[in-house]
């Protein structure tokens, strides 16, 4: 899977992502300091998920209405770096390519999902 992981992204979730065969560009070794519009369009540009921390991307997509191929947002506290790895690895394995187009929220007991409207489906590409 193509993801582009927003700088807040703890390194060792994008190693681990890494590892696993995934394509990770980490905004923190190419693009530190990039505006989250700018991430958003690069994402866009590329065809990448966006792996993220902040909220804020939430509204940029939904309430400016900016486009993304998909938004992948952890909401686990960062001490419990660990659990996120597995939780992650559970969205993938549920979502799959399916995460392209969805709004997915991992949290500590469940995963949210909604469709992105606007977004480009992967088979597009």
């Known amino acids: 899977m193509r993801c582009l992981a927003d700088e807040c992204v703890d390194a060792a979730l994008v190693r681990h ?22 991430l958003l369009r690069r994402a866009n540009d590329e065809h990448r998920l966006l792996l993220t921390e902040d909220k804020d991307f939430g509204e940029l997509v939904f309430r400016l209405h900016m486009i993304v191929p998909g938004l992948v ?3 686990i506290a960062p001490e419990r ?16 390519q399916r995460l392209f187009g969805r709004y997915v929220v991992i949290e500590e007991a469940r995963l949210r999902s909604r469709p992105l409207l606007g977004s480009r489906s992967i088979r597009q590409r």
């Open 17 to 38: 992502l890494r590892g696993g065969g995934h394509d990770v560009i980490y905004a923190a070794e190419v693009a530190a300091g990039t505006t989250d519009a700018q």
């Open 81 to 96: 770096y660990l659990f996120k790895r597995t939780r992650l690895d559970a969205a993938v394995l549920r979502f799959g």
């Open 73 to 75: 947002l952890m909401r």
